[in-house]
Protein backbone atom coordinates (compact mmCIF):
# COMPACT_ATOMS: atom_id res chain seq x y z
CA UNK A 1 0.00 0.00 0.00
CA UNK A 2 1.17 3.61 -0.30
CA UNK A 3 -0.25 6.68 0.01
CA UNK A 4 -1.72 8.92 3.05
CA UNK A 5 -1.20 7.72 6.66
CA UNK A 6 -2.61 10.61 9.33
CA UNK A 7 -4.78 9.83 12.29
CA UNK A 8 -8.95 10.83 12.14
CA UNK A 9 -10.24 12.72 14.73
CA UNK A 10 -13.78 11.64 13.98
CA UNK A 11 -17.00 13.64 15.13
CA UNK A 12 -20.17 11.77 15.11
CA UNK A 13 -23.43 13.25 15.60
CA UNK A 14 -27.02 13.58 13.51
CA UNK A 15 -25.93 16.99 13.23
CA UNK A 16 -22.04 17.83 13.66
CA UNK A 17 -22.10 21.40 12.00
CA UNK A 18 -19.98 23.77 13.99
CA UNK A 19 -21.44 26.99 15.72
CA UNK A 20 -19.63 29.66 15.39
CA UNK A 21 -19.58 32.70 17.33
CA UNK A 22 -17.81 30.95 20.06
CA UNK A 23 -20.62 28.91 20.85
CA UNK A 24 -20.08 25.40 22.34
CA UNK A 25 -21.51 22.94 20.64
CA UNK A 26 -22.04 19.31 22.37
CA UNK A 27 -22.04 16.20 19.91
CA UNK A 28 -22.45 11.86 20.65
CA UNK A 29 -18.85 11.06 20.31
CA UNK A 30 -15.08 12.72 19.41
CA UNK A 31 -12.71 9.41 18.88
CA UNK A 32 -8.98 9.04 17.58
CA UNK A 33 -8.65 6.86 15.04
CA UNK A 34 -6.40 5.45 12.17
CA UNK A 35 -7.27 7.81 9.24
CA UNK A 36 -5.66 8.16 6.28
CA UNK A 37 -6.94 5.59 2.96
CA UNK A 38 -3.63 3.91 2.44
CA UNK A 39 -3.56 3.26 6.41
CA UNK A 40 -7.25 2.13 6.36
CA UNK A 41 -6.76 -0.30 3.34
CA UNK A 42 -3.67 -1.88 4.74
CA UNK A 43 -5.78 -2.65 7.56
CA UNK A 44 -8.77 -3.67 6.17
CA UNK A 45 -5.95 -6.35 4.41
CA UNK A 46 -4.42 -7.27 6.73
CA UNK A 47 -7.48 -8.37 9.16
CA UNK A 48 -8.45 -10.18 5.51
CA UNK A 49 -5.35 -12.32 5.97
CA UNK A 50 -3.05 -10.44 3.40
CA UNK A 51 0.89 -9.49 3.83
CA UNK A 52 0.46 -5.86 3.89
CA UNK A 53 3.27 -3.20 4.28
CA UNK A 54 2.50 0.29 3.84
CA UNK A 55 4.60 3.30 2.46
CA UNK A 56 4.15 6.50 3.50
CA UNK A 57 5.56 9.41 5.65
CA UNK A 58 4.81 10.33 8.80
CA UNK A 59 5.99 13.38 11.45
CA UNK A 60 8.52 12.34 14.57
CA UNK A 61 5.32 13.48 16.57
CA UNK A 62 2.74 11.65 19.05
CA UNK A 63 0.17 11.84 15.67
CA UNK A 64 3.10 9.67 14.05
CA UNK A 65 3.77 7.21 16.71
CA UNK A 66 -0.14 6.51 17.10
CA UNK A 67 -0.30 5.68 13.43
CA UNK A 68 2.37 3.57 13.54
CA UNK A 69 1.82 2.07 16.85
CA UNK A 70 -2.14 0.81 15.79
CA UNK A 71 -0.76 -0.31 11.97
CA UNK A 72 1.85 -2.56 13.49
CA UNK A 73 -0.82 -4.06 16.39
CA UNK A 74 -2.90 -4.52 12.88
CA UNK A 75 0.28 -7.00 11.48
CA UNK A 76 1.14 -3.88 8.78
CA UNK A 77 5.03 -3.66 8.13
CA UNK A 78 5.78 -0.29 8.61
CA UNK A 79 9.30 -0.45 7.91
CA UNK A 80 9.16 1.59 5.14
CA UNK A 81 7.18 4.08 6.47
CA UNK A 82 9.17 7.52 6.06
CA UNK A 83 9.46 9.81 9.32
CA UNK A 84 10.54 13.06 8.59
CA UNK A 85 11.81 15.14 11.63
CA UNK A 86 10.87 18.58 10.85
CA UNK A 87 7.16 18.03 9.71
CA UNK A 88 4.32 17.40 11.59
CA UNK A 89 1.94 14.52 10.48
CA UNK A 90 -0.73 15.29 8.44
CA UNK A 91 -4.12 15.16 10.72
CA UNK A 92 -7.80 14.81 9.77
CA UNK A 93 -11.51 16.08 11.25
CA UNK A 94 -14.21 13.91 9.92
CA UNK A 95 -17.23 15.42 10.57
CA UNK A 96 -19.66 12.20 10.27
CA UNK A 97 -23.39 11.79 10.26
CA UNK A 98 -24.31 8.25 9.11
CA UNK A 99 -24.00 7.94 5.25
CA UNK A 100 -22.69 11.74 5.23
CA UNK A 101 -19.44 13.16 5.91
CA UNK A 102 -17.38 16.51 6.01
CA UNK A 103 -13.62 16.10 5.84
CA UNK A 104 -10.53 18.78 6.90
CA UNK A 105 -7.44 17.72 6.45
CA UNK A 106 -3.94 19.36 7.09
CA UNK A 107 -1.65 17.78 4.96
CA UNK A 108 1.90 17.75 6.78
CA UNK A 109 4.41 14.93 6.24
CA UNK A 110 2.30 13.34 3.78
CA UNK A 111 2.93 15.34 1.20
CA UNK A 112 6.83 14.62 1.63
CA UNK A 113 6.59 11.42 0.08
CA UNK A 114 8.03 10.61 -3.73
CA UNK A 115 8.65 7.66 -5.63
CA UNK A 116 12.18 7.29 -4.50
CA UNK A 117 11.28 6.20 -0.96
CA UNK A 118 9.46 3.27 -2.18
CA UNK A 119 12.33 0.65 -1.38
CA UNK A 120 12.95 -1.60 -4.45
CA UNK A 121 13.50 -4.78 -2.74
CA UNK A 122 9.77 -4.20 -1.08
CA UNK A 123 8.33 -3.03 -4.38
CA UNK A 124 10.37 -6.55 -5.80
CA UNK A 125 8.58 -8.47 -3.30
CA UNK A 126 5.16 -7.39 -4.01
CA UNK A 127 2.16 -9.13 -6.18
CA UNK A 128 0.21 -6.06 -5.52
CA UNK A 129 0.61 -2.39 -5.38
CA UNK A 130 -1.85 -0.19 -4.17
CA UNK A 131 -2.04 3.29 -4.45
CA UNK A 132 -4.82 5.48 -2.41
CA UNK A 133 -5.02 9.43 -2.54
CA UNK A 134 -2.88 10.20 -5.61
CA UNK A 135 -4.35 13.81 -5.26
CA UNK A 136 -3.25 14.62 -1.79
CA UNK A 137 0.56 13.47 -3.04
CA UNK A 138 0.27 14.74 -6.66
CA UNK A 139 3.29 16.79 -6.80
CA UNK A 140 5.19 14.89 -3.96
CA UNK A 141 4.78 11.01 -5.34
CA UNK A 142 2.69 12.16 -8.90
CA UNK A 143 6.34 13.03 -11.44
CA UNK A 144 7.28 9.22 -10.36
CA UNK A 145 4.29 7.14 -10.19
CA UNK A 146 3.96 6.34 -13.84
CA UNK A 147 7.80 4.88 -13.10
CA UNK A 148 7.05 3.35 -9.86
CA UNK A 149 4.19 1.42 -11.14
CA UNK A 150 5.59 0.38 -14.33
CA UNK A 151 8.41 -1.39 -12.79
CA UNK A 152 5.91 -3.20 -9.96
CA UNK A 153 3.95 -4.50 -13.36
CA UNK A 154 7.82 -5.68 -15.15
CA UNK A 155 8.71 -7.39 -11.42
CA UNK A 156 5.16 -9.29 -12.08
CA UNK A 157 2.91 -7.17 -9.69
CA UNK A 158 -0.63 -5.92 -10.45
CA UNK A 159 -1.53 -2.49 -9.47
CA UNK A 160 -4.03 -0.48 -8.73
CA UNK A 161 -5.08 3.30 -8.00
CA UNK A 162 -7.59 5.48 -5.84
CA UNK A 163 -7.21 9.05 -6.73
CA UNK A 164 -10.13 9.68 -3.91
CA UNK A 165 -11.11 13.37 -4.22
CA UNK A 166 -9.34 16.29 -6.07
CA UNK A 167 -9.98 19.21 -3.55
CA UNK A 168 -7.98 21.85 -6.26
CA UNK A 169 -10.18 20.73 -9.01
CA UNK A 170 -7.82 20.42 -11.37
CA UNK A 171 -8.60 16.25 -11.42
CA UNK A 172 -5.08 15.55 -13.18
CA UNK A 173 -2.62 16.16 -16.16
CA UNK A 174 -0.08 14.59 -17.78
CA UNK A 175 1.35 13.19 -14.61
CA UNK A 176 -1.88 11.38 -13.78
CA UNK A 177 -2.57 10.09 -17.80
CA UNK A 178 0.69 8.53 -17.18
CA UNK A 179 0.17 6.74 -13.63
CA UNK A 180 -3.75 5.41 -15.02
CA UNK A 181 -2.10 4.11 -18.05
CA UNK A 182 0.09 1.49 -15.43
CA UNK A 183 -3.02 0.88 -14.03
CA UNK A 184 -3.90 -2.05 -13.94
CA UNK A 185 -7.52 -1.31 -11.77
CA UNK A 186 -8.71 2.50 -11.40
CA UNK A 187 -11.46 2.49 -8.40
CA UNK A 188 -12.75 5.74 -8.43
CA UNK A 189 -16.15 6.30 -6.58
CA UNK A 190 -18.96 7.79 -8.49
CA UNK A 191 -18.33 11.01 -8.09
CA UNK A 192 -14.82 10.83 -8.72
CA UNK A 193 -15.42 8.92 -12.06
CA UNK A 194 -17.65 11.46 -13.69
CA UNK A 195 -14.82 14.48 -12.84
CA UNK A 196 -11.62 11.97 -14.12
CA UNK A 197 -13.78 10.99 -17.44
CA UNK A 198 -15.32 14.78 -17.44
CA UNK A 199 -18.65 12.54 -18.78
CA UNK A 200 -22.15 13.80 -17.63
CA UNK A 201 -23.14 10.45 -17.06
CA UNK A 202 -22.41 7.15 -14.87
CA UNK A 203 -22.92 5.07 -18.51
CA UNK A 204 -20.12 7.52 -20.48
CA UNK A 205 -17.90 7.42 -17.46
CA UNK A 206 -17.78 4.01 -17.75
CA UNK A 207 -17.09 3.76 -21.09
CA UNK A 208 -14.61 6.51 -21.01
CA UNK A 209 -12.42 5.13 -17.80
CA UNK A 210 -12.59 1.10 -19.37
CA UNK A 211 -11.96 2.32 -23.01
CA UNK A 212 -8.30 2.01 -22.34
CA UNK A 213 -8.64 -1.67 -21.64
CA UNK A 214 -7.54 -1.32 -17.95
CA UNK A 215 -10.17 -3.00 -15.76
CA UNK A 216 -12.23 0.01 -13.44
CA UNK A 217 -14.98 -0.46 -10.58
CA UNK A 218 -17.09 2.40 -9.49
CA UNK A 219 -18.41 2.61 -5.98
CA UNK A 220 -22.04 3.79 -5.61
CA UNK A 221 -21.85 3.49 -1.86
CA UNK A 222 -25.30 1.73 -0.77
CA UNK A 223 -26.10 0.96 -4.51
CA UNK A 224 -23.44 -1.67 -4.95
CA UNK A 225 -20.64 -1.10 -7.78
CA UNK A 226 -20.36 -1.33 -11.77
CA UNK A 227 -17.33 -3.39 -12.73
CA UNK A 228 -16.17 -3.27 -16.75
CA UNK A 229 -13.34 -3.23 -18.79
CA UNK A 230 -13.69 -3.65 -22.86
CA UNK A 231 -15.39 -6.40 -22.87
CA UNK A 232 -18.27 -6.90 -20.42
CA UNK A 233 -19.98 -4.66 -17.66
CA UNK A 234 -21.47 -6.25 -14.55
CA UNK A 235 -22.95 -4.48 -11.20
CA UNK A 236 -22.78 -5.75 -7.95
CA UNK A 237 -25.02 -5.29 -4.56
CA UNK A 238 -25.54 -6.42 -1.40
CA UNK A 239 -28.67 -6.08 0.77
CA UNK A 240 -29.30 -2.83 1.92
CA UNK A 241 -27.57 -2.15 6.12
CA UNK A 242 -27.97 0.67 8.23
CA UNK A 243 -24.48 2.06 9.06
CA UNK A 244 -22.84 3.83 11.91
CA UNK A 245 -20.45 5.45 10.24
CA UNK A 246 -19.50 5.40 6.92
CA UNK A 247 -15.46 6.37 6.86
CA UNK A 248 -13.19 4.76 5.40
CA UNK A 249 -15.98 2.21 3.46
CA UNK A 250 -14.40 2.74 0.16
CA UNK A 251 -11.25 2.24 1.23
CA UNK A 252 -12.14 -1.04 3.08
CA UNK A 253 -14.10 -1.86 -0.37
CA UNK A 254 -10.83 -1.57 -1.74
CA UNK A 255 -8.75 -4.00 0.45
CA UNK A 256 -11.40 -7.00 -0.36
CA UNK A 257 -11.51 -6.15 -4.21
CA UNK A 258 -7.86 -6.98 -4.08
CA UNK A 259 -7.69 -9.80 -1.72
CA UNK A 260 -10.41 -11.54 -3.66
CA UNK A 261 -8.97 -10.95 -6.98
CA UNK A 262 -5.35 -12.72 -5.37
CA UNK A 263 -7.42 -14.85 -4.43
CA UNK A 264 -8.06 -15.67 -8.20
CA UNK A 265 -11.40 -14.43 -8.25
CA UNK A 266 -12.89 -13.04 -11.16
CA UNK A 267 -14.19 -9.36 -11.24
CA UNK A 268 -17.53 -9.45 -9.91
CA UNK A 269 -16.39 -11.82 -7.20
CA UNK A 270 -14.00 -10.02 -6.25
CA UNK A 271 -16.22 -7.06 -6.44
CA UNK A 272 -18.75 -8.96 -4.14
CA UNK A 273 -15.78 -9.76 -1.60
CA UNK A 274 -15.26 -5.93 -1.68
CA UNK A 275 -18.67 -4.53 -1.03
CA UNK A 276 -18.71 -7.12 1.68
CA UNK A 277 -15.78 -5.92 3.37
CA UNK A 278 -16.98 -2.34 2.85
CA UNK A 279 -20.14 -2.76 4.10
CA UNK A 280 -19.01 -4.61 7.18
CA UNK A 281 -16.89 -1.67 8.01
CA UNK A 282 -19.73 0.64 8.49
CA UNK A 283 -20.90 -1.01 12.02
CA UNK A 284 -18.47 1.00 13.81
CA UNK A 285 -17.07 4.49 14.55
CA UNK A 286 -13.70 5.00 11.74
CA UNK A 287 -12.62 3.27 8.86
CA UNK A 288 -10.85 0.26 10.61
CA UNK A 289 -12.67 -0.83 13.74
CA UNK A 290 -15.08 -3.11 12.00
CA UNK A 291 -13.23 -4.09 9.41
CA UNK A 292 -13.96 -7.91 9.07
CA UNK A 293 -11.91 -11.01 9.01
CA UNK A 294 -12.26 -13.30 6.21
CA UNK A 295 -14.86 -15.67 6.78
CA UNK A 296 -16.77 -13.39 7.67
CA UNK A 297 -16.58 -11.18 4.76
CA UNK A 298 -17.01 -14.01 2.72
CA UNK A 299 -20.15 -15.16 4.13
CA UNK A 300 -21.53 -11.73 3.47
CA UNK A 301 -20.27 -11.83 -0.28
CA UNK A 302 -22.22 -15.00 -0.75
CA UNK A 303 -25.51 -12.94 -0.82
CA UNK A 304 -24.19 -10.38 -3.17
CA UNK A 305 -26.71 -9.89 -6.13
CA UNK A 306 -25.25 -9.44 -9.80
CA UNK A 307 -26.28 -8.54 -13.18
CA UNK A 308 -24.25 -8.41 -16.25
CA UNK A 309 -24.75 -6.26 -19.41
CA UNK A 310 -23.73 -4.85 -22.74
CA UNK A 311 -19.69 -3.98 -22.53
CA UNK A 312 -19.03 -0.06 -21.96
CA UNK A 313 -19.59 1.78 -25.16
CA UNK A 314 -21.39 -1.07 -26.92
CA UNK A 315 -24.91 0.59 -26.68
CA UNK A 316 -23.40 3.52 -28.69
CA UNK A 317 -21.54 1.22 -31.27
CA UNK A 318 -24.83 -0.99 -31.74
CA UNK A 319 -26.89 2.34 -32.28
CA UNK A 320 -23.80 3.26 -35.13
CA UNK A 321 -23.92 -0.18 -36.87
CA UNK A 322 -28.05 0.74 -37.51
Not at 240 to 260: H, K, Q, S
Not at 261 to 283: N, R
Not at 307 to 320: D, I, L, V
Amino acid sequence: MLGDCNPDVLVLDGDVTPAFGQQEKLVGSIDLVVGGSAAITAVAAARLGLNVALVAAVGADPAGAFMLDQLTREGVDVGAVVIRAQTPTGMTVALSRGRDRAILTALGAMTSLTAADVPGTLLARARHVHVSSYFLLEDSLGPGLAGLLSAARAGGATTSLDTNWDPSGRWGDERLAAAIAQTDLLLPNEAEALRLSGAGSLDDAVSTLAAAGRRLVVKLGERGVVCADRSARHEVSLPAATPVDTTGAGDCFNAGLIAGLLQGLALPAAAALGCATGALSTGGLGGTASAPDLPTAARLAALASETSGMPPGAHERFRNKK
